[in-house]
């Protein structure tokens, strides 16, 4: 199968930074755009299906709230922010990215032609911190936590990470989110425990919705209701 464009076959990378969590690089390839952490591959711009879907099944399970106020952890190459902010629905978008150079190459760097409208959006703001921390401090609220942080609850880019998807971690996450509020989480893979996880840290209406992909095992966003 022919693509549109060419790709070659080395990277570019146009900045590395050594960060308080490890390396992030972000690399040109043929007209993509990568970020990559301690050597993970994260995300690319190639696509994002799955962030823009990931918003959408959260507001879907906001079943009419007014304006609701969404809360997306971590910025990537900014789909699931653009595709927010195109959403006349969402009263405020607030995103937390803990990673300095992530929010450089948005503020003035490549990634700013695909977030460049988002960040102009007045409901939008970034939150420099680490996710885990800002659910514990934050005395905002929201309707919506969308969580697109790691490759899924099972395969997480940095030790620490771990912790966000315990029950003690997802208890913070409950914390910032009004009754009826809905967290969604996105994985790269099903993931059975963190359903039941979910569960234990209080959460109701848990389910699994499956994103499919050209091949292999599907992407899915793990849906759950803050009682209330």
């Not at 399970?61 to 304006?67: C, E, K, Q, T």
């Not at 989110?177 to 039941?196: D, K, N, Q, T």
Request: net charge negative.
């Amino acid at each position: 199968m022919s693509l549109p464009f060419d790709i070659p076959d080395a990277p570019e990378v146009l900045d590395r930074r050594e960060g308080p969590y490890g390396e992030v690089v972000l690399r040109r390839h043929g007209e993509l755009l990568q970020i990559i952490a301690n050597g993970c591959f994260l995300m690319d711009t190639s696509d994002g299906r799955s962030e823009r879907l990931l918003v959408d099944a959260a507001l879907s399970a906001l079943a009419g709230h007014p304006s609701p106020r969404l809360l997306i952890g971590g910025l990537g190459v900014g789909f699931s922010l653009a595709h927010a902010a195109a959403d006349p629905r969402w009263g405020g978008i607030t995103v937390v990215e803990r990673e300095r150079a992530v929010i450089d190459w948005h503020l003035d760097g490549p990634l700013a032609a695909l977030s460049g409208a988002a960040l102009a959006d007045p409901r939008s703001k970034i939150v420099e911190a680490d996710l885990l921390d800002y659910v514990n401090e934050t005395c905002d609220t929201f309707d919506a936590l969308c969580l697109d942080i790691d490759n899924g609850p099972d395969w997480t880019v940095t030790e620490g990470n771990d912790s966000l998807y315990s029950e003690a971690g997802l208890a913070g996450c409950a914390r910032v989110l009004r009754p009826g509020g809905v967290l969604a989480v996105w994985s790269a893979r099903p993931s059975p425990e963190f359903e039941g996880t979910m569960g234990n840290a209080g959460f109701q209406q848990v389910r699994t919705e499956e994103i499919p992909v050209a091949r292999g095992v599907p992407d899915v966003v793990h849906l759950a209701v803050r009682p209330g």
